[in-house]
């Protein structure tokens, strides 16, 4: 254990079934660790909104027992597999259907879906803005890396228009998704966009929406540079969070008409923040009161 700043280390089951040594840190408990190493490429940041969402569960109190993931297909579905939750792997754009399941069958649960651009918003787009629109208690975590990053860099419903992709060697003619604009249209309580470069700001933000009740929605601009990144000459992974640095700007110094979230144009400035936040019922209440209204 670790005491008086002396570290040691611990004896796991590693993927093979054989022993592998882990170092002992204050997260330990929050990692599957024979599951490790994880699959992501150098400069990825899908683990850098893991590790976010594990602060936000740690440090809004939520006890172990009532944490729950569910994710889809990619590589930000992996996440069900590294973190020591309760986890859902589910089929491709379906983990909202089977979340919404799990939350109003246990209501005492928090459900976080963590998922993929794709998977969300292109084969799953139905399922986010009817879940939305129910104000499902349900929190989303999109990590956005701008193409489907799996399984081969080809271009998504939030690749930036001009941007290129293996599907779009010429440069994407489609206009993305804004996607806070969009949660915010369909009915989402609580709306935010960060990217991974925000650490801190992620992690405040995870405390913090994970107290709140509704339909909520975090999007992560996260480096793709095996694909997004080196396929649009930005660069590495360190080179691209030097991308985000460059062209992100905090709502709060944007006008007051500005459209939620902005569009992303490639090269252009991102606007990030919290861009909603409020209360409202959720849709398991209100079933409870058409019940109850039946029962009478």
């Known amino acids: 254990m670790t005491a008086g700043g002396v570290t040691s280390t611990d004896q796991s089951a590693g993927p093979t079934g054989g022993v592998v040594a882990c170092e002992l840190h204050p997260y330990d408990h929050l990692l599957r660790y024979e599951q490790l190493p994880h699959i992501w490429c150098p400069g990825c940041g899908i683990g850098t909104a893991l590790g976010a969402l594990l602060h936000g569960f740690e440090h809004a109190s939520v006890p172990p027992e009532k944490r729950v993931i569910v994710s889809g297909i990619g590589c930000s579905s992996r996440v069900v597999y590294y973190a020591r939750t309760d986890a859902y792997h589910t089929t491709h754009g379906r983990a909202i259907p089977f979340a919404t399941g799990l939350k109003l069958a246990n209501p005492d649960l928090k459900v976080v879906v963590f998922a993929g651009d794709g998977d969300l918003f292109a084969i799953g787009g139905n399922h986010f803005i009817h879940a939305a629109r129910r ?162």
């Open 135 to 296: 104000n499902i208690d349900l929190l989303v975590v999109c990590i956005n890396n701008f193409n489907y990053g799996m399984t081969g860099g080809q271009g998504g419903p939030t690749t930036p228009e001009g941007a290129l992709s293996t599907t779009t060697p010429f440069g994407n003619a489609e206009r993305p998704f804004n996607l806070p604009s969009l949660a915010a249209v369909v009915g989402a309580t609580y709306v935010a966009r960060w990217t991974t470069l925000d650490v801190r700001r992620l992690q405040a933000t995870f405390t913090e929406v994970l107290t709140r009740h509704g339909f909520r929605f975090v999007e992560v601009l996260a480096p793709c540079p095996v694909s997004f990144g080196k396929t649009n000459k930005i660069g590495s992974g360190a080179e691209e969070m030097e991308y985000y640095q460059a062209l992100e700007v905090l709502k709060s110094r944007v006008e007051s008409t500005t459209p939620v979230g902005t569009d992303i144009i490639l090269h252009q400035p991102i606007v990030v923040g919290k861009f909603v936040d409020y209360e409202r019922e959720t849709f398991r209440d209100r079933y409870a009161h058409l019940v109850a209204k039946a029962k009478e």
